[in-house]
């Protein structure tokens, strides 16, 4: 790991070296719907993230070992920073999982765009931050873009066949949005006084204490279930490429980028991981789809206009 660093520092010390390590993370995070939708084929939303996280620790766990130091969290942070576990690595990707696996990848990848709107949003409400007009329509276009992605169109799809599952998935992977959007305004202090990357990782080890538990329950009541060949390596992707790698190679970026230059690549996710979606599990887009994506992208764009976009996990 520490040789890793210090070939990313290498490459990174550019402002291109930067954009192409912003580039390759978006892209593997865009990747994530698709591996999470195949993983879920043989493992439960539980499962999978007890899997991921607990893999992923392994490797993350070194990296904080070797900046503990440098974090002097005091007991009175410990609150803070336990509920910023139960914020963004336990509620945020239990909803996320649970309404993937009801949902489709291409819905799931353009609505997760939608985080910055959430933030902002309870930026306004919680830190009584400046409300404008183009605020206002920010959120308006925003989630009537939301409306089209989950309905499909004008009309409510509740009574249409299996849509009614669908639509329940899309509002969970919502939820998990604005579960999303509270760790990064409860974390904010904790997130601008210490290296994102020490409290990324520490967020994912400390997880442990409630995904562990809940695997093994599970396992213990249902049994270990039959994971195929292509379910592990979509584990092995969400733990390594999506969750160490992804978060390494952005957070090594913004310490030549700034966040607000950093912010227009996070578009790559919901794009790219749509394309993916389509590709790989040929799934339908309809045109209120299209359009409803479309407003979100004009949405977050006038959203991160105005303050610089924070990614989280």
């Not at 309870?122 to 920010?138: D, G, N, T, Y």
Request: proline share 4%; net charge positive; charged share 10%.
């Amino acid at each position: 790991m520490a040789q890793a660093k210090i070939v990313a520092r290498r490459i990174a010390s550019t402002r291109a070296g930067a954009w192409a390590m912003l580039i390759l993370a978006n892209t593997l995070w865009a990747g994530s719907y698709v591996a999470g939708k195949v993983a879920l084929r043989d493992l439960s939303p539980i499962l999978l993230n007890t899997l991921r996280f607990t893999l992923a620790s392994c490797f993350l766990l070194p990296v904080l070992l070797a900046g503990w130091r440098r974090l002097h969290l005091s007991w009175r942070m410990l609150p803070q920073f336990g509920l910023l576990v139960l914020l963004g690595v336990v509620l945020n990707k239990f909803f996320e999982y649970v309404g993937l696996n009801l949902t489709t990848a291409s819905d799931t990848a353009l609505l997760i765009s939608t985080e910055s709107i959430f933030t902002a949003l309870l930026s306004w409400v919680i830190l009584r931050e400046r409300f404008s007009r183009a605020a206002a329509l920010s959120l308006v276009v925003g989630f009537a873009g939301v409306y089209l992605v989950i309905e499909r169109g004008f009309l409510p799809q509740w009574s249409s066949g299996g849509g009614g599952a669908r639509v329940l998935g899309d509002l969970l992977v919502i939820l998990s949005l604005a579960v999303e959007a509270s760790y990064t305004i409860v974390g904010k202090s904790l997130l601008s006084r210490y290296p994102p990357l020490l409290i990324t990782a520490g967020s994912i080890i400390g997880s442990l204490v409630f995904w562990i538990p809940a695997g093994a329950e599970e396992v213990i009541r249902i049994g270990w279930p039959h994971l195929s060949l292509l379910g592990w390596l979509s584990v092995l992707y969400m733990a390594l490429a999506v969750t160490v790698i992804g978060y390494f190679l952005w957070f090594q970026a913004l310490t030549v980028v700034d966040a607000s230059s950093a912010a227009p690549f996070l578009f790559i996710q919901p794009l790219l991981g749509a394309c993916i979606a389509i590709l790989l599990l040929d799934e339908q887009l309809s045109w209120a789809t299209i359009a409803g994506g479309a407003l979100i992208i004009l949405s977050v764009t006038l959203v991160s206009r105005r303050k610089p976009v924070i990614e989280t996990l």
